[in-house]
Every structure is written in structure tokens, then in C-alpha cells.
């Protein structure tokens, strides 16, 4: 059985921001796999798969942070996302459409949202063909999101 337990650090690259992350990290709890008597290698190759298949979901904490789409979530996604080609009015690749608040709100409220604005392993990265978003604004989309994505 795996878990994974939260660590909490404060990031040190920008000391303006105050920005608390906490990373999940996965730790074995219980495994009693020495009582099975099985092979050496093959307890190898299942504490291998069992620890790769944990992803490191970054959680931003947002306490007194709520920020809302017209002030501070559009700007980003009109920048980085609804542009030309992209998830615009004219073009909506995979049929997501990022310049409106409907839009916008529709695809936060998908599970895919956060992962690939984050680059998370399993999902496709976003911004396509482009620099990792900021710490800042992603911390801004995450706690857009867990507020309930308001307009």
C-alpha cells in the first residue's frame, strides 16, 4: 500500500512572494512482500513500479488568496493560452476555449486543468511549445480553481 504525505517548504527562489507549497511525497507504508518469499528481483522490479507510479501534485496554500477571472485569471490565459492557434475564440484546440470566462470555467472544473498548467507527468504541457508558467501565476490559477473558479 502506498500514501502520500504532504511537505511543506517555503520557496526560496522568490522571498517576495510567500508562496507555501506543499509537495506530495510518496512513502511506502506497508508492504509485507519478505513473507511472501518471493525472488529478490522480482520485489525489486514491485518496489520500483509502486514508487514511480506516485506523481508529485504540487498544492499552492491559498490562504486569503482569491483571485477571480476578470482580474487576475484572464490576463494570464489571454497571454499564454487564448491566442491565435491555441484556445482563442477563432481557435479552440481540443475544443477548449480560454478566452472567455464560460470557457475558462469549463475547463478549470476538469481534472486535466491543473495538471497540465503544471506539467505533471501523465498530461499534456501546457503552454504548448513554451516556458513552464511561473510560479505566481500558477499558484494564481491553482487557488482560481479551488475557490470555485469565480468570475
Not at 511506502?28 to 511472501?36: A, E, P, S, T
Not at 518496489?47 to 487576475?72: E, M, R, W
Amino acid at each position: 500500500m502506498v500514501a502520500c504525505a504532504k511537505q511543506s517548504y517555503k520557496e526560496s527562489n522568490d522571498p517576495l512572494s510567500g508562496i507555501n507549497i506543499y509537495l506530495s511525497t510518496c512513502k511506502l507504508m506497508y508492504i509485507n512482500l519478505m513473507n511472501m518469499k518471493i525472488p529478490g528481483f522480482l520485489f525489486a522490479i514491485t518496489f520500483l513500479a509502486i514508487i514511480s507510479s506516485c506523481k508529485h501534485v504540487v498544492q499552492y496554500d491559498c490562504t486569503g488568496v482569491t483571485p477571480t477571472y476578470t482580474q487576475n485569471i484572464k490576463p494570464i490565459l489571454d497571454a499564454t493560452c487564448a491566442r491565435s492557434g491555441c484556445h482563442s475564440d477563432s481557435h479552440s484546440a481540443g475544443g477548449i476555449n480560454l478566452s472567455n470566462y464560460a470557457g475558462a470555467s469549463a475547463a478549470s472544473a476538469k481534472k486535466s486543468f491543473m495538471g497540465t498548467i503544471q506539467q505533471l507527468p501523465g498530461y499534456q504541457k501546457m503552454p504548448k511549445d513554451a516556458d513552464r508558467l511561473p510560479d505566481a501565476q500558477i499558484h494564481a490559477l491553482y487557488c482560481w480553481v479551488e475557490n470555485g473558479s469565480p468570475e
